[in-house]
């Protein structure tokens, strides 16, 4: 085997160990976008709480039930939960203002319903979350 196709190996397994790393990324948030989704649904058609509102709170309540879950099961972390944790949190806070953007202005410039902008948003959020993770969070670091 030459050289060449030893590396196009190599790619092809990190690549396949990438994309199984998103599915459970993906499973994990299963359990986050429901609590999301469920506190948004009845925050709006229940209290009448505006749909930012409720994405806001369903937002942070799910994100907070995936921090574990990633840890361990997702990317099998090696970091301490002293700098893992930080980390991860931060990029939930960020993915937190992007969702709001992303449902503010699809439901006021485009005028689309407020679930229909939660699941664009939601895929939004959802890519931006695992790369953020991948790349910074859960990354082993350069001594391990």
């Known amino acids: 085997m030459s050289a060449t196709e030893s590396q196009v190996i190599r790619s092809k397994a990190k690549l396949l160990g990438v994309f199984g790393q998103f599915l459970r990324f993906a499973a994990v948030g299963i359990a986050g976008t429901t609590v999301h989704y469920g506190v948004l649904i009845m925050a709006v058609q229940w209290l009448g709480v505006p749909a930012l509102v409720g994405s806001s709170i369903g937002f942070l309540l799910g994100a907070g039930t995936n921090y574990l879950f990633n840890y361990r099961f ?30 503010a202005f699809l439901m006021s ?3 689309l319903h407020y679930l229909w902008s939660q699941i664009v948003a939601t895929a939004i959020v959802l890519l931006w979350n695992f790369s953020a993770n991948f790349v910074w969070t859960f990354a082993q670091s350069r001594s391990e």
């Open 74 to 103: 997702t990317f099998r972390s090696k970091r301490r939960h002293r700098e893992a944790a930080p980390r991860c949190y931060a990029v939930a806070a960020a993915g937190f203002v992007l969702n709001g953007l992303i449902l």
């Open 109 to 111: 410039f485009w005028g």
